[in-house]
């Protein structure tokens, strides 16, 4: 039987993990991997994070099963951090919450939920969007198909396309936003935007569905939320997922949410019978480690404490790095303008350069990014801002 299959092309960025990985040239740079990096390059591990895990190793007294929805702790304390302690749909009930292996765990999940609620709906997704998103919507199912969103030409977001083809979408098809710092384009809804959005979304029965995989690494961990918190308000129905894979560094832990808004409490217990029903035909359960971290830290108030600091570090020095990059290209002379790296949010944006000259900043400077320009900004630092800025002034003369 396992004859009939064919191998897959290897992914795009793993294959450029290995190139970069046997690069011998001391001056190489990584841009590709979206992980978040210090100016070492070192993706390390926060201190609330190794605080909360001295923590657990000296009490946790049982490995049993925790349940398909995960951790309740871990699900009260991330709902509040996405919508704040007084959100209504916190309030009135509405809400379901299950702790999942990562963002994708949670994007799956509410995928499937989807399926099972409405398998002929159709998902939007913005044009571009994250790689992974379509095939973890098609996986279960789901008709995808695109709205427009990012204009490589002005390097702004295609706003009146965007609401002119939300408003053909039919009642009851899913939208999905990404709830802060765009991947891969970095490229963000403005708060006039969000309000202009939910309106629409409402008035034409769309359901919303958020991913917010970067909350505290654009503007902080309050006004990334503004969509989210917006349409939760607003919506009579909608979904989240969210991860802790960026924000909290637990990547590898598996850590994130789905949370799926109802339009009361009687609906929101049947919403959260049958997403536990859809969560054990998958996984059973969640992993617990990285959940438990979370909930250390964001039910003691020190720890809470240290990782707002060090996330606002993190967040700072994306920005810095914006501003760097974007500097440093106009330093050389290079008569393209960068000036948009700096108005962007979060770990990503298009440099907006072609196929060619991502290859030859790969093959004649050892400058690692997807095929798309797509960079990680975190992978800059001081030790390499000048070189990637010159290669690229370089490439593009
Ligand atoms: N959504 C977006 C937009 C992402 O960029 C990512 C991570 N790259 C995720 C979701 C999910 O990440 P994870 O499963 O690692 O938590």
């Not at 240290?306 to 990059?325: F, K, P, T, Y």
């Not at 000259?357 to 798309?372: A, K």
Request: with cysteine; charged share 20%.
């Amino acid at each position: 039987m396992f004859e009939h299959l064919h191998a897959l092309p290897a992914d795009p960025i793993l294959n450029l993990m290995v190139q970069y990985r046997q690069d011998n040239n001391p001056l190489k740079v990584d841009l590709g991997v979206g992980v978040y990096k210090d100016e070492q390059g070192h993706t390390a591990i926060m201190q609330a994070v190794t605080a909360a895990e001295t923590h657990l190793l000296a009490t946790e007294t049982t490995k049993t099963y925790i349940g398909p929805a995960g951790a309740e702790g871990f699900n009260y304390h991330i709902s509040r951090l996405l919508l704040g302690n007084e959100h209504s749909a916190l309030k009135d009930k509405r809400i379901t919450v299950a702790q999942t292996p990562g963002g994708c765990g949670a994007l799956r999940m509410a995928a499937e939920f989807l399926a099972k609620c409405a398998p002929d709906t159709t998902v939007w997704v913005s044009d571009p969007t994250w790689a992974n998103h379509i095939p973890l919507l098609k996986g279960a199912r789901l008709n995808v198909t695109e709205y427009p969103y990012y204009d490589g030409a002005t390097k702004a977001i295609r706003f009146d396309a965007m609401c002119s083809t939300l408003e053909s979408a039919n009642a009851g098809d899913v939208v999905l936003l990404h709830g802060c710092c765009h991947n891969p384009c970095g490229a963000d809804l403005s708060t006039d935007q969000w309000d202009i959005i939910a309106e629409l979304l409402v008035r034409k029965g769309l359901i919303p569905f958020v991913d917010i995989a970067y909350q505290g690494l654009g503007d902080g961990l309050d006004e990334d939320a503004y969509g989210v918190r917006l349409l939760a308000d607003k919506a009579p129905e909608m979904l989240i997922a969210s991860s802790c894979s960026k924000n909290f560094g637990l990547y590898r832990e598996r850590t994130g949410s789905v949370m799926i808004i109802a339009p009361n409490q009687q609906q929101a217990a049947v919403t959260a019978s049958n997403l536990f029903s859809i969560i054990r035909s998958h996984y059973s359960m969640p992993p617990a480690h990285g959940a438990a971290i979370v909930e250390t830290i964001l039910s003691n108030t020190e720890l809470t404490k240290s990782w707002g600091d060090e996330l606002a570090v993190m967040r700072n020095r994306i920005l810095q790095l914006r501003h760097q990059l974007a500097n440093d290209i106009a330093a050389t002379g290079c008569t393209q303008d960068f000036s948009f790296i700096p108005q962007q949010k979060g770990m990503f944006s298009f440099l907006g350069i072609n196929k060619d000259q991502v290859g030859r900043l790969r093959d004649e400077y050892s400058i690692y990014m997807v095929d798309s320009s797509r960079i990680n900004i975190a992978g800059l630092s001081s030790h390499n801002l000048n070189y990637v800025a010159q290669s690229l002034s370089n490439v593009l003369k």
